[in-house]
């Protein structure tokens, strides 16, 4: 399966926001509302961050939002922390072959 | 507290097979779908596979697909993924991941366990 596109790396200075956009199809983000945000920081297991498009996980703070319109997501970040510094992967549905689920290639978050 | 613990990643020549499990505790997975996820050595993720709760439905994705099987045993609260055919770009740490109920998404996931496939 083809993997979601996102931008290699986005970075910005500590209290700013940034914008990480992930783009796919009609088979996938385009035709369901199962698009996941994931924040992975090095050596550690993937964490989530956003499900169904604009939901937070218990315990993730309100700084992390995401959004979709037509056939790409995104995933917003407001008042960078540098914790915030990570690896960030979207995933959606696919309806491309079999039912599966699909990730993006990922993008690194500096915090400058 | 939610756990979920992965092992028998190990060192295989290629064409071999290996089997991996994943162990929860903190809540039980007959409620759940469960799902693997791999993630090569630098690499991004890649999803490889989903069980239903009864074990009666499985997804695979198109790189694994014929050469994987997923099961589960609610009994032991365990599930397992069991690789044949390994090649070279199987190598990767390989996760297990708890489904949110009816959104697409996994919420909680273990450690990973390494499978590294190499003569």
């Known amino acids: 399966q083809s993997a979601l596109t996102q931008p290699a790396s986005v970075s910005g200075s500590p209290g700013q926001s940034i914008t990480i956009s992930c783009t796919g199809t009609?088979?996938?983000?385009?035709?369901?509302?199962?698009v996941s945000w994931y924040q992975q920081h090095p050596g550690k297991a993937p964490k989530l961050m956003i499900y169904?498009?604009?939901n937070r996980p218990s315990g993730v703070s309100n700084r992390f939002s995401g959004s979709k319109s037509g056939n790409a997501a995104s995933l917003t970040i407001s008042g960078l922390q540098a914790e915030d510094e990570a690896d960030y992967y979207c995933?959606?549905?696919?309806?491309?072959?079999?039912?599966?689920?699909?990730f993006g290639t990922g993008t690194k978050v500096t915090v400058l | 507290e939610v756990q979920l613990v992965e092992s028998g990643g190990a060192l295989v020549q290629p064409g071999g097979s290996l089997r991996l499990s994943c162990v929860a505790s903190g809540f039980s997975i007959t409620n759940y779908w469960m799902t693997w996820v791999r993630q090569a050595p630098g690499k991004g993720l890649e999803w490889v596979a989903n069980i239903r709760q009864d074990g009666g439905e499985t997804h695979f994705g198109d790189s694994v697909k014929d050469r994987f099987i997923v099961s589960r045993d609610n009994a032991k609260n365990s599930l397992y993924l069991q690789m044949y055919s390994l090649r070279a770009e199987d190598t990767a740490v390989y996760y297990c991941a708890r489904d949110v109920k009816a959104v697409g998404a996994n919420d909680y996931w273990g450690p990973g366990t390494l499978v590294t496939v190499s003569s």
């Open positions: 009609s088979n996938d983000v385009g035709g369901y509302n199962f």
């Open positions: 995933s959606s549905y696919t309806s491309r072959s079999t039912p599966q689920y699909v």
């Open positions: 169904a498009v604009n």
